[in-house]
């Protein structure tokens, strides 16, 4: 009898570590300590506003970089080139009609405490950014993305079951997706922050964690935080440990005199605020490079005189939108949503010199002869735009022409773009940057399944244009379907671009390593580095 008491007692320890929500353990590598004069020293113009360190739910870009350092996923995207390649992904093998995927795991891979990341690690992650699309919280543009695996779209709206959704983990290290359509443009989907792999503890949680507490599957974790800025230290559990170049990365938070003054001091060596060229020490310091970004009016009513297809191409022929893009002040001014699909243009198209009559007949087909029985249009721009004055120029067009009260306000980004279903106005401004660089990153903004639709809009013949766009397989039809769906988008007179953005970084080129141009303006903090002399 006592003989099988001990038994019980000896093996009572390895049961506990058994236990439902543990995992496999293993004693922490041993590596050489950090030296704190090894740290890549990046610096932000300081905000009222704390880094938001949700993988799932931060929007802004600080907090973007911060996160980028602190999770990985199946993908990452190449420095360079800012096209997807592998991470956590070993390996992939396509079915040959591209609807199945099968991921190879990476057996190094594992959270900052030492945990490993496997299978079930990425189905559990992706449903619960799914859940949180649902809640409306997050990257839901991102998230309806995905919709291209089978049952997503239906478990994102709430009429669809976990297990119908088509990923499975077939083993511990083996993940397999199916798609309903074929998306080449899935890797790069997948290289986005919210689809990193998200340790339980974050998942379970209900309230904001504590920066230091937050369980990473990158090479940081989290050293301090304040209102300074954050401290990533490298843990020794991260699987590509070695080609990590920097212990440490340290996000400081200045005004500009400040950041202009850390510049001058050589304390910094990335900047993503100006600084003036005449204070550059060198003028290859200074960035300036196209992105993958569009700014454009667009008409978001979801209801009445101001969701009408014809109301709207009536309101839109009486602005003149070349000379709003000439006067712009941009670098780049141009007719075109897509980046890049059509090149920069010379010389913009010259618009009709009298289209107030037919903009007249078209209100007058729809009932609002001169603009008579038109409501009141409410218009929005948002803080540190720089359309504030062509706004103004449109919001008097349509008042002197038409006879109509326009309310022109400015407003934080939010108030209309975080939910756009319920944004309160009927036509607004914003600058949108591909978190991808392939042209769906723009056209699904206006399908109807899209869970961020910025104007509301609804075409079964856009949806059906931009579809064949996206499941297209060889490169130059996809090219040429996205240019007709872009096309018959426009002729909608649904969104209005202006200009396309550039990027302005400043960079300590003597001295760093790992960061390049690239059309995103995504620089991989795990890249970042500097020259030892």
Known sequence: MRKWLLLFILLLPLSTLGAKGSREAEPQPIREPLESADTFVVALLKSEDPPYLNPVEATDATSILVLDGMFEGLYAFDPKTAQPVAAIAQAVEISEDGLQWTFTLDKRARFSNGEPIDAMTFLDSWLWLLDSASQESGNTSLASMFDCVVGVKEYREGSGSRSSVGIRAKSSHQLQISLRTAAPYLPALLATLPFSAIHESMRDHRTAMEPSGIIGSGPYVVRSAD?????????????????????????????????????????????????????????????????????????????????????????????????????????????RLIPGMTGIPDDLPQQSSEPEGEALALLAAEGFPYGAGLPTLNMAVHRGSQVLGSARRIADIWSQELGITVILDVVPLGMYSRFPSLSPYDFAFITWIGDIHDPFAFLHLWTSESGYNLGNHSDPAFDALVAAASEATDERQRQDLARIAEEHLLDSATVFPLYHGITTNIIDASTVTGWHDNILNIHPVRHLGTKQF
């Open 227 to 335: 209102t300074e800025g954050v401290l990533l230290a490298k843990h020794p559990w991260y699987r590509d440990y070695g080609a990590v170049p920097s212990d440490f990365i340290q996000f400081r938070f200045l005004d500009q005199m400040g950041i202009i003054q850390a510049y001058l001091e050589r304390s910094i060596h990335w900047s993503l605020a100006f600084v003036p060229p005449t204070l550059l020490r060198d003028k290859s310091d200074l960035h300036i490079s196209p992105e993958y970004s569009t700014g454009f009016y667009y008409f978001s009513a979801k209801s009445g005189a101001y969701a009408n297809p014809q109301v709207k191409k009536a309101l839109a022929m009486l602005i003149p939108w070349n000379e709003l893009r000439r006067d712009s002040g941009q670098i780049f001014p141009t007719d």
